[in-house]
């Protein structure tokens, strides 16, 4: 079956489900029914289906890119944040007091702190223009009212980013920390845009202009780590379903990805009980297991 | 590089490090320096350099094939034992606590009471009677001093047993249970016997005489749990450094999987202070990186 | 008011309500509206209200004479359990695990266990005698049906004797700890001979017969920790509403302590969700509200 | 023997111990030998010794008389706070976590923030106001530099005034609580001052103009809650050791009740690990076995 074929019958199979995120009102007000799917190959061409164009509040997909960024900086983010599993719901606070302020891994709400906190001042602004540049869209912004929204119920986040710098793991001031993170979290894009930006990790590090971002070895670390810890409390889930590395986000994104051939991005805002897609994780199980292309 | 001259020059290169497990005397004893590496390719040839013939205690690694086992028989295992990694030390009774007697995954030392108990009496006679045929080694078996002593120093194991007990999930008397699981972790077996016994994963189900142990997803499910779960407290460290399902245990071994290309089995007694061979990650580490072979 | 009224009055106006504890079926059975109360002064005088000889299942109560008969032996069973208060509902693991196989306090399970241990083989029996002597009632004995079922429900309490064992706490078999142990709390006493039995510790140490079971300094430490860790995790809620030493059973009894005064036992079926008696915390709290004798 | 001479010979027997408390400058740089013991009656005279009319930082200290204060406008604060024994390290977030931004008990910090906010705007004028009346001491007051100190290292308590803001338990801006809470923590008395100001726990409720603050079940239940929360993790020792209602701080003071009798506060900057003055615990362990004083 064709790419663009095989696309088409997943949104088409495929019933968009659950309960969409309403901890912020910009949240809840979208459509629980919609549903986009985009596939991107080595050469930048894109296969879609659904709202495959339609943007969405990407949410902690960001923290995917994030990792990449610092990574490319250099490997030293590692000696403040862990790379195991949590084994924990996302933005648990006993591991951070157990492990003395290193948070298990960069996918958590305090390990996401910690990465923009490494990536300092303009950390959002970076971000930004790398997912411009990577998804071709020069209109990829931050949605002003959903990070204002996000700001107002950063509660949680300000706790963890207090409790890491009492144990000395936070170098800029906690306001600029978290202005950074929701920023970037409220970030927009379609499928069609995420599937061209994750291309890079595909291409073992080599962006769409062929430049590298990450060494191969980075770039199948990110996967790893993708992997292990991508899906909040059920990556073990993810991996046994999808066997793919995947990042996903409480505004309905996953993005995937099958080193060597494509780039995935998946959307609907349904969430299950672990906060992933209903209709996105059903359609990547659908997109391994009709093509064969988990890693496993 | 021809296989052989690969897995040679690796045994050359790597250096045993690391405490032998001492928590009975029987695995005290061992020569730290030992070092095995086998590699088995999907049509049964095996290249091994240094002590890949020395038979070793598999301890934990017999926890993958009991799995496997397990599901030959139904999916009804997954009611009793979750495949989420568990983000705490291999032994933890927290999460059993906060989870209601259901363990995190089957690699964890009460996931992998359950599965015994799931196989019954009889469990490690039926791991037996597989791992000498996948091998071709009628001679594989129990070592029955390391049983004895496995025994004699299973207060923490009887605790998690009786406590899932106390949940209602344990089938079978919690000795049965005990004598069941330590047989299996006695089990006795060289690099090459291992190798070979795990090919089935390689192969997407099918053993060695190419009749069908478990589905193709199956067997790529129960990579996946391999990759997830399968190093204790550092299977994202094993992912992010080695990159491939693997499944360890205390007296030094390690097998890892390249699905459609080959099985591994690593031994070197020495351990990090997550209960991991040195030398068998090492080796894992520089055999991914000089194939490329990693999943990632 | 003289203390006979006092009693009469709280037995007429407390109303018992509450679920009976239902994990063992000969406690299902008892009549959840019984309500008895009793009062010994000093000099051994009883004064009881409403069911207050009718013999019941005095389950942790046990605990308090357990310990005292323990600590009379001398201080070295402090080596083996704290006396701090738990935190945590009675059989958490959690505690036990952080803190190296040393319960908290005497009065959790594992504290009683070790306390147990401690008074090894025969434990139960001393106990017996003890509260034969000390209540004057010869007939003070073992519900067999009650032990038998205690014991076949003794998966948690087995799963804790041998996760201390794991940690070197545990001298005898975990088999002969766990015979005493059911034996202890299936013993069957009335409110009167309860307060008669609880003397020792209203009289700073000394017997009814005029000896010394412990000195003062020992009477008022198990007083102290009765305070503190006497009614599982309710310990504060009865330290502010009743003000007095006491130890609770999942039987419905109560013991409370009026240092220099008297000694109470309350008995009514019905627990609240924490596990103590609704009907008997009330008409303590009542009887410390009448008679301003907390020790506050 | 003589209150006075008691007192004197407490004094004398004493050895200074422990580490001062090294996480702000202001209060490292106290002599660690410095000692002081004062008794104040219920006529409102003062038995002192040593240097009992040294001013110290109350830290903690002050929790007791913000519960106080907070009891005597309406018992709604428990609607927010708990009253259970914390059986954890007395700033942990674990506990906060599982029970849903509710504190176990006031003297835990997460707790203490939750009064100060109980109490609003202003509550460290009101603290104050009230202990230079009760102290009759019109020149206790805050020591700015130990205010300022505090507030540039109050990361970990921010983390938990936010976590419980994250629940909808912060009814103030996180800002404001925190400036009151260092306020309260930073005010400087003696041993002279605190013993007189403690006297309304002793006098159950009546103020040392004869007026009431609390009634008798209010001033007896925050010595409850003293008993049992008052000492960090150590108030199972400290009830066992002592046998009195107490509040301890880390500038190395600590105030006991005795009901009806007596108020006592005491000083020396060594604490042990649990953070209580290892001095001061020993000096008041010796006056109620010299007195017999206990509540036991």
């Given at each position: 079956?064709?790419?663009q074929?095989?696309?088409?019958?997943?949104?088409a199979?495929v019933?968009?489900?659950?309960?969409v995120?309403?901890?912020i009102?910009?949240?809840?007000?979208?459509?629980p029914?919609?549903?986009?799917?985009?596939?991107?190959?080595?050469?930048?061409e894109?296969?879609?289906?659904g709202?495959?164009?339609?943007?969405?509040?990407?949410?902690?997909?960001?923290?995917?890119f994030?990792?990449?960024?610092a990574?490319?900086?250099g490997?030293?983010?590692?000696?403040?944040?862990?790379?195991?599993?949590?084994?924990?719901?996302?933005?648990?606070?006993?591991?951070?007091?157990?492990?003395?302020?290193?948070?298990?891994?960069?996918?958590?709400?305090a390990?996401?702190?910690?990465?923009?906190?490494h990536l300092?001042y303009?950390a959002?602004?970076k971000?930004?223009?790398?997912?411009?540049?990577?998804?071709g869209?020069?209109?990829?912004?931050?949605?002003?009212?959903v990070?204002?929204?996000?700001?107002?119920?950063?509660d949680?986040?300000?706790?963890?980013?207090?409790?890491?710098?009492s144990?000395?793991?936070?170098?800029?001031?906690?306001?600029v920390?978290?202005?950074?993170?929701?920023?970037?979290?409220?970030?927009?894009?379609?499928?069609?845009?995420?599937?061209?930006?994750?291309?890079?990790?595909?291409?073992?590090?080599?962006?769409?202009?062929?430049?590298?971002l990450?060494?191969?070895?980075?770039?199948?670390?990110?996967?790893?780590?993708?992997?292990?810890?991508?899906?909040?409390?059920?990556?073990?889930?993810?991996a046994?379903?999808?066997?793919?590395?995947?990042?996903?986000?409480?505004?309905?994104?996953?993005?995937?990805?099958?080193?060597?051939?494509?780039?995935?991005?998946?959307?609907?805002?349904?969430?299950?009980?672990?906060?992933?897609?209903?209709?996105?994780?059903?359609?990547?199980?659908?997109?391994?297991t009709?093509t064969g292309?988990?890693?496993?």
């Amino acid at each position: 079956m064709e790419l663009q074929q095989l696309v088409s019958s997943i949104a088409a199979d495929v019933t968009p489900d659950g309960a969409v995120a309403d901890y912020i009102p910009a949240l809840a007000r979208i459509d629980p029914h919609a549903f986009g799917l985009a596939v991107a190959t080595l050469d930048g061409e894109v296969f879609g289906a659904g709202d495959f164009e339609t943007p969405f509040s990407i949410q902690s997909i960001s923290k995917a890119f994030m990792l990449a960024l610092a990574l490319s900086q250099g490997d030293d983010v590692w000696s403040r944040v862990g790379r195991e599993p949590s084994g924990s719901p996302f933005n648990s606070l006993v591991q951070l007091e157990t492990e003395q302020g290193i948070p298990r891994n960069p996918f958590i709400n305090a390990g996401a702190l910690v990465v923009t906190d490494h990536l300092g001042y303009g950390a959002a602004d970076k971000l930004l223009k790398f997912l411009r540049r990577e998804s071709g869209n020069p209109d990829v912004d931050v949605d002003p009212e959903v990070a204002k929204s996000e700001l107002d119920h950063s509660d949680r986040n300000r706790a963890l980013a207090h409790f890491m710098a009492s144990y000395g793991n936070m170098r800029n001031n906690v306001d600029v920390v978290l202005h950074e993170y929701v920023r970037q979290c409220s970030i927009e894009m379609s499928c069609a845009d995420l599937a061209r930006a994750t291309l890079f990790l595909a291409r073992h590090g080599v962006r769409n202009d062929g430049t590298r971002l990450l060494a191969v070895s980075g770039a199948k670390r990110v996967n790893a780590v993708m992997l292990t810890c991508g899906t909040y409390d059920a990556a073990g889930q993810f991996a046994y379903r999808v066997g793919l590395p995947g990042k996903s986000g409480v505004g309905g994104g996953i993005i995937a990805v099958v080193p060597g051939k494509c780039a995935i991005a998946v959307w609907s805002p349904g969430l299950d009980a672990r906060g992933n897609s209903v209709a996105g994780l059903d359609a990547l199980d659908r997109f391994t297991t009709l093509t064969g292309w988990s890693v496993f």
